[in-house]
Every structure is written in C-alpha cells, then in structure tokens.
C-alpha cells in the first residue's frame, strides 16, 4: 500500500498541494477567533478599559509568542526534510529537541513574568485603568506559555509530515476549548478580565493534551532507547540554534516593519492611523490565504531535500507557485470589487471610511506583490536556508526604511503604503536570486553512491 504521505508522482502534484494547502487554510483562519472570542466578552463587561486592557494583553502576547514562532517553523524544515528522508531516528530526535527548547523558553518566561509583563505594557501605553486590567489578563494568560510554544512544535511536526487534518482538528479543539472555558470563566465563575485571560490559557493547555495524545500515537516505533548523548549531541544542537536564531531575528525584522508602519500612519492624524489599521485587516486575511500554500511548500520541499529529489524540488515550487499567484489574484480581485463593501462593514466613522477608500487601491495590490515573497519564505523554510531568509529580510527591512523615509514626506500615507508594496515586492526579489543556490545542494542519492 503507498505512503499517502509521500512524495507525489509527476501526475499528483496539483492535488496534493490543495490537499496540503486547504485544511492549513483553514486552521489559519481560526486563529483570529481566539481574539474576537476574548474581544467580544471583554466588550459586554461594561467599560472601555476592559476592551482596552484585553486589548492591550492580547498585543503583548502575539509579540511574545510570534517572536518565538521559531519554534512552529525551525520544526517543519527539519521534520519534513527527516521524513523526506524516511529518516524515523531523526524525526524523533528533532521533536524531542524541539520539545526541550519550547518549555525551556516557557519556563523562563515563568520566571521574568512580573517584569516582562509590567514593563512590555509600559512600552505599549494605555492610561493607569487599561494598563492594570492588561496586567490581570497577562497573568491569568502566561501560566500557559510552555503550553503554547510547545503547540508550535506539535504543529511543526504535524505540518511536517504533512497531517494537516489533525493540524486543523487541533486548532478547532483550542478554539472550542476556549469558547467554553470564556463563558464558564466570565460569567459562571464571575472573574472578569482574569476569566479571559485564564480561558485562553485554557485552551492552550487543553491544545497541548491533544497534541501530546498525537504524537504519541504517531510516535515511532521499533527504535532502540532515546540516549541523551544523541539529543544533545553538540552538531545537532548548533543546527538547530543557528536555524532557530535566523528565523527569530527574520521575524524581528518583520515585526519592525509593521510597527514602523504603525508609527509613521499614527503621526499622520487618529483618522489615518485607523484607516490604515483597518486595511491591515485585508494584508492579514491575505496573509492566511496564501500562508497555506507557503505551508505546504514548506512540507514538500523539505520532502524532497530530504529524499534528495531535485525534480520534486522544482515540482514542489513550481505548483506551489501556480496555485499562490492564482490566490493571489483572487484576493486582489475581491478588494477590487468589494472592498468599500468591506470598509463600510468595518467601521461607521465617516472620516475613517473616507481615509480607507483613499488608500484601498493599495491594499488591493498589495497580494499580487506579496505572493512571491510569502512562496519564497516557504520554500526556504522547508530547505533550512535560514541564514538566506534572515538576510533577504534585513535587506528588505533597510529598504522599505528607506522607501518610507523618501516616499512620506512628498506623498504622505500614500507614500507609507507605496513603501510598504516595495517591502513587499523585495522580501521575494532578494530570494528569487539566491533559489538556484537550493537547487545545486540536492544531490541525488544514485549521484551520491556512484564510484
């Protein structure tokens, strides 16, 4: 019987991508519901400073947690590139160490919790009120932090070997975990903004279980005893350091960008910023389309590396490529057409929706000039070029400072998104050049063995 998680025969490829791409799609989404949940409840609790300290925990978690998101795709690369290989010692072996990295960041988060709590809301701002609810929802919520860098393994893992239903089943447990824990918490047991907080973390634990149960019955089986020597043997672990410090200072790159965007929209004027935070909504509803396809490039590439099959290599990047410039335009088609529809359901501030009809052209471009370097991101991920992808993107990031810096001044907000599109547009141009490089390192197994 054939591996249903091999490799694809020339014939397969378009099929497996969308069976790759569309549950992971599909987990992508529910993720913001997690914080529309929390939103919704924090809401109805009678004050703005409620809404406003939920508000205000739940940014410091997303910089938190995504700046270890390290951990979800340092796992991927070398899990596929193990299971690519049918390598079962080394896909045991990068689990563990993963496993060991993530609640060891966890424990200490545990540890500097009361200062990194208190002075990541100072930096964030927010009046004295706002600023104690964040503090009661922060701790509620960070009990649960080696619970949820470890769910970026499992979901590493999971993506991987390419499991994406149980990816997409593990995602609809926290998110009904969560809805559960939140009513029960808020108004059963009457907590208020701890409630929400304790929920989530709730749901992060209630993930973890799940995870914990998957792996173990996808453990593998038939292998001698895990030695200690192995998991910490020194060459293994400087990989795995160096790949995971790459993709850490890549995603601080990133998160300086949007917050510099942030920064220069805010000096424009109330109006301005929160048109511009509205249509960031379009950039991130395109992001979870098109991080599907990403994903499964992530876990066909590593495949193939792993398998050293240079042609399922080209194959992989190649519909990858065919099915994300398609979606792409999807999603540029519908901002075209329906995105002042979109505006006037967002928000009923007449000054914001004249603001984000005056900038939504951009918005609307901007997935035809983003695919290449969300493709291009995956594809380098799947093949542990991390140093190339931390590169591309500081090059990337020095450009759009600069874009910006020349743009704002002669065409304000105008100018801020036009930078932003150049962003966009060099995160895929500074990789395209280097994608050959990835190619000359796969040597076919028969060119290996050869006398």
């Known amino acids: 019987m054939s591996d249903p998680h091999a490799l694809p025969t020339r014939g397969g490829w378009h099929r497996r991508v969308l069976m790759l791409a569309f549950p992971i799609v599909l987990a992508n989404l529910t993720q913001p519901i997690l914080g529309a949940v929390d939103t919704a409840v924090a809401g109805h609790l009678g004050s703005a400073a409620d809404l406003g300290g939920v508000a205000l925990g739940g940014l410091f978690f ?11 795709m340092g796992t991927t690369g ?11 010692a080394a896909l045991r072996l990068n689990i563990v160490r993963a496993m ?27 009046s004295d009120e706002v600023q104690r609810n964040a503090q009661r929802y922060c701790h509620a919520r960070i009990g649960s932090a080696p619970f949820a860098l470890a769910n970026y393994v499992v979901l590493g893992y999971l993506l991987g070997t390419q499991r994406v239903r149980i990816a997409l089943a593990s995602q609809v447990l926290i998110n009904a975990v969560n809805v559960v824990a939140v009513l029960a918490f ?38 001698g005893p895990l030695g200690w020597s192995s998991v910490f043997e020194p060459a293994a672990l400087r990989r795995l350091i160096v790949i995971n ?33 509205l249509l960031l909504n379009f950039q991130t509803f395109m992001a979870f389309g098109l991080d599907g396809f990403a994903h499964a490039a992530e876990a066909l590439v590593g495949a193939a590396i792993g398998a050293r099959d240079r042609d399922a290599f080209r194959q992989a990047v190649k519909v990858n490529l065919f099915w994300s410039v398609l979606g792409a335009l999807g999603f540029s088609l519908v901002y075209w057409g329906a995105g002042s529809w979109i505006i006037d359901k ?14 939504l052209p951009w918005a609307a471009l901007s997935p035809l000039v983003s695919v290449w370097g969300f493709l291009l991101d995956g594809v380098f991920i799947g093949a542990t070029r991390t140093r190339e992808l931390m590169q591309a993107m500081v090059v990337s990031l020095a450009i759009f400072l ?39 390192t796969i040597t076919p197994r028969e060119t290996q063995q050869a006398p």
Do not use: K
């Open 186 to 223: 808020v108004y059963g047991f009457g907590w208020g903004i701890a409630g929400i907080g304790a929920a989530t973390a709730t749901a992060d634990a209630a993930g973890f279980v799940f995870g914990a149960v998957v792996l173990w019955r996808l453990w593998p089986r038939g292998l």
């Open 78 to 88: 070398l899990v596929a590139q193990a299971h690519g290989a049918g390598d079962r």
């Open 402 to 440: 600069a874009a910006s810096w020349a743009l704002v001044g002669p065409f304000g907000n105008h100018g801020l998104w036009i930078a932003l599109l150049i962003f966009m547009a060099a995160r895929g141009f500074t990789l395209m050049p280097l994608l050959g490089r990835v190619t000359d």
């Open 245 to 277: 410090r790459d993709i850490f200072l890549r995603t601080m790159c990133l998160l300086g960008s949007f917050a510099w965007f942030a920064h220069v929209g805010a000096r424009q004027g109330d109006a301005v910023l929160a048109a511009n935070a």
């Open 62 to 72: 997303s910089f938190v947690f995504w700046g270890f998101g390290f951990l979800r």
């Open 346 to 359: 967002l928000t009923d501030q007449p000054a914001v929706r004249a603001a984000a009809l005056a900038f």
């Open 100 to 126: 060991l990295l993530a609640f060891g960041i966890g424990t200490l988060i545990l540890l500097v919790q009361t200062p990194l709590i208190r002075y990541a809301l100072e930096l964030i701002g927010g």
